[in-house]
């Protein structure tokens, strides 16, 4: 009998998933609500889980639970730590989730929500979580070593630099890209500069506390920050309302940026318990507790979705960023569907923590398909929006024409309507003094998380939840801003010890500044570029990164192909390969669009083009951009061509029996915990 | 046997804070073992020191020695956990 019902169940959650997409893509002119994406999100999230993930642990890794994990053998009370499953996978789950998975719905909302949240669904199912699961699963059979290690043994050593300089040249994108979007969401805004800026002050004192005067006391002070951080908040009020304090903290955007380049450089030369590791702690507290309320929130409130399921901008005309539904949407969603970054985390810390090597199915898969519905809860936010505000919030002010009234005419023309003073009446509400072409994502995010959060928690109102969002959008971006800058430190200096030993010296003051300052360099030229576009950066930026990302989904996802293979297990590669093929197609699809389409708002060659007879004081600088993003472009698909064709060669070789299947995992040692602890 | 003992204090860390001694019990001890737990948990989340569970480790493992300080510890834990790689995505 129970076979019989556990049958209907699951053909139940199936069809109710089913039935949920059923309703979004039928819905043509009318509102649906919000609850209808949850329920096939969630629906194919369960399904996906229960039977994919089952099968992926079992017939194609074969999981065993009576071999001791790394974290049982080497247990040395620092990295290695045997955790238990729930608490690695909220500790997981803090370590990939980050600002990508919220901007990126927020911007491929110009398609409509539907498009989007298909590839969220999907793409994590049979890409994403795939990907994170299985370079889980090869790290934690190679006692927690690195991809780029990985891609060195198991591949070639070429495919392992290759893969080192791929991780350097996406982590710089990354950080400019993702800086950008907080000089976006602060530019102007005296409330959201003065709370990030009192995080400065509130990080150096819990530095203090925990380094000498309560050592390693980290709960104390994160809540003793936490009171602060919000006592900022509420204080940011009053700043954006005195004159003399708001005009301190009203900064342009060049001088935000400038101001976020220093501070970047200082957390990566200063050492770690005086900022990043406070900050860190703090903005893991808020990212936690802010994804689950807001969670809450959606549950509570199934907003409507205003946003059409699918626009007129499918075609290529879209005016927040260029470039037609197939590839872009795959693009610009990025780490909600499938993220390369995530495949350095889940070969960093987590393999090293994990209890049974079953575990691994919950945190690799499962911790993937929670990022997903974070993405979910971000196009929801967007999707909130009227269609009519959202495109006067991202698009950016050479198109819309700076003014209200313009705005209003040119959204006309796409077919929205934006009613006069609505968004000064919306500036207002927010505490913000304009919401016209507040481009980068945050801000719309914001103000969407503003609209759900006060709907459901009628006390604080709209301009403390919205800089509440903006404050918790930019204090975790930030964190990855200082981390991402030292870790690129780190991995300058390794690469460059192969040239000059002194370089690779990491605690010599001299390498130190000098690595620090390249990596700065790097990101902030792309930051400094990205903020005086006038077409806002994020038009050119967020794509590049969008590729980069996931051609280091690419990169990993041959790696995790190159293990199944040589495991004897090239019967079930294509769980690996499938999302290879399709990240191959999408992302050079997309790459050579970015850098030959003949649409100088697409190609980046042929914007330099157009730029040639310009009188425009600038032309010369921006031309050079455009040079070097298609460079740039250009390199990060040779280095996946590199890594591809290494990867095919070796799988040939083994294929064909020229070259003995051998894995190089640790060698087997029987678990010393009970059964089914 | 040594294997054993390591693996039950690894699992003492990780029973359920909720859980202490039954779900019955509320004496003043039951609580304050529930809420060091749920400290330790949170801890273990967020990826803080937690130096207690390293003077357990050490008791087992190292006997002899003498464990690091609170303040060397705390050192110690910061280098590996920054100097270790990417911890943190986009």
Redesign the interface.
């Known amino acids: 009998m129970r076979p019989i019902l556990s049958g209907l169940l699951w053909a139940a959650v199936a069809a109710l998933g089913a039935a949920g997409f059923g309703v979004m893509a039928l819905s043509r002119g009318e509102t649906i609500s919000a609850a209808w994406l949850l329920v096939a999100g969630v629906c194919t999230y369960i399904v996906a889980f229960r039977f994919y993930s089952r099968f992926l642990a079992v017939k194609v890794f074969g999981l065993d639970d009576r071999r001791a994990t790394p974290a049982e053998r080497i247990n040395n009370g620092r990295d290695f730590v045997p955790t238990n499953k729930w608490v690695l996978y909220g500790h997981h789950f803090a370590a990939i989730a980050g600002a990508g998975p919220l901007i990126g719905p927020i911007l491929a909302a110009q398609f409509g929500f539907l498009p989007g949240t298909l590839w969220l669904v999907a793409g994590v199912v049979l890409g994403g979580a795939v990907q994170d699961f299985t370079i889980l699963f090869c790290s934690l059979r190679r006692d927690g070593k690195s991809l780029g290690q990985m891609a060195k043994d198991e591949v070639n050593t070429v495919a392992g630099y290759a893969a080192m300089v791929a991780i350097l040249a996406i982590m710089i994108i990354l950080l400019a890209v993702l800086a950008l979007v907080v000089v976006n969401a602060l530019r102007a805004s005296p409330w959201g500069l003065f709370t990030i800026a009192g995080t400065i002050p509130i990080a150096l004192l819990m530095g203090w506390w925990m380094k000498s005067f309560r050592p390693g006391r980290v709960l104390e002070a994160s809540a003793i920050g936490i009171a602060l951080l919000l006592f900022a908040l509420v204080g940011g009020r009053w700043v954006s309302l005195d004159p003399v304090w708001s005009g301190w903290f009203t900064w342009s955007g060049p001088a935000l940026s400038w101001g976020i380049i220093v501070y970047g450089f200082a957390a990566s030369v200063l050492p770690v318990w005086m900022l990043l590791s406070p900050r860190d702690y703090l903005s893991t507290f808020l990212k936690v507790g802010t994804v689950l309320v807001l969670g809450v929130a959606i549950l509570i409130l199934l907003p409507p979705l205003r946003m059409p399921a699918v626009t007129r901008f499918v075609d290529g005309s879209g005016p927040v960023f260029a470039g037609k539904v197939f590839p872009f949407a795959f693009i610009t969603i990025a780490c909600g569907a499938i993220s390369g970054f995530h495949a350095l985390v889940a070969s960093g810390t987590t393999p090293k923590m994990l209890m049974r090597e079953s575990h691994a199915r919950l945190i690799g898969y499962g911790g993937m398909l929670t990022e997903s519905f974070v993405g979910l809860m971000a196009m929801i936010a967007a999707a909130t929006l009227e269609p009519g505000v959202y495109f006067a919030m991202n698009v950016s002010a050479t198109t819309l024409g700076g003014t209200a009234q313009s705005a209003a005419h040119t959204i006309a023309q796409w077919g929205f309507t934006l009613q006069p003073g609505q968004m000064e009446t919306l500036a207002r509400q927010m505490g913000e003094t304009s919401l016209l072409s507040r481009t980068g994502g945050a801000p719309s995010l914001a103000v969407g998380m503003a609209s759900i959060l006060a709907g459901v928690f009628k006390g604080p109102g709209l301009a403390l939840w919205y800089h509440f969002a903006i404050m918790f959008e930019a204090l975790f971006i930030l964190t990855t801003v200082d981390a991402g800058t030292r870790v690129g430190r780190f991995m300058l200096q390794d690469l460059g010890g192969h040239l000059w030993k002194p370089i690779g010296n990491i605690s010599s003051y001299p390498s130190i500044i000098l690595t620090s300052a390249l990596v700065v360099a790097g990101w902030g030229y792309f930051l400094y570029q990205g903020v005086v576009d006038p077409l806002g950066g994020i038009n050119s930026l967020w794509p590049l990164f969008g590729i980069a990302n996931q051609l280091l989904a690419a990169v990993a996802l041959c790696v995790g192909t190159t293990v199944l293979i040589k495991m004897d297990r090239a019967r079930y590669a294509w769980v690996t390969l499938l999302p290879l093929a399709w990240l191959i197609l999408v992302t050079m699809t997309a790459g050579i669009q970015k850098v030959f389409a003949d649409d100088p708002r697409l190609g980046f060659l042929s914007h330099a083009r157009s730029l040639a007879d310009s009188a425009d004081p600038n032309a010369a600088r921006m031309i050079l951009n455009d040079r070097l993003d298609a460079a740039l472009a250009l390199a990060f698909m040779a280095v996946v061509v590199v890594v591809i064709a290494a990867s095919a060669r070796e799988w040939w070789m083994v294929l064909t029996r020229k070259k003995a299947p051998t894995v190089s995992e640790s060698p087997f040692v029987e678990t010393a915990y009970a059964p089914g602890d | 046997m040594i294997?054993?003992d390591?693996?039950v204090g690894?699992?003492r860390?990780?029973a359920q804070w909720w859980a202490v001694g039954g779900f019955q019990r509320w004496t003043v001890s039951c609580l304050q073992s529930r809420v060091r737990l749920l400290?330790r948990?949170?801890?273990?989340?967020?990826?803080?020191?937690d130096?207690d569970?390293?003077l357990e480790?050490?008791a087992q493992?190292h006997a002899g020695s003498s464990p690091l300080?609170?303040?060397a510890?705390?050192?110690?834990?910061?280098?590996?956990?920054?100097?270790?790689?990417?911890?943190?995505?986009?």
């Open positions: 294997g054993r390591a693996a690894g699992r860390a990780d400290l948990t949170l801890r273990a989340v967020i990826g803080a020191p130096y569970r390293y480790r050490h493992c300080d609170r303040k510890f705390y050192a110690a834990f910061l280098s590996w956990r920054y100097e270790a790689g990417p911890n943190r995505c986009c």
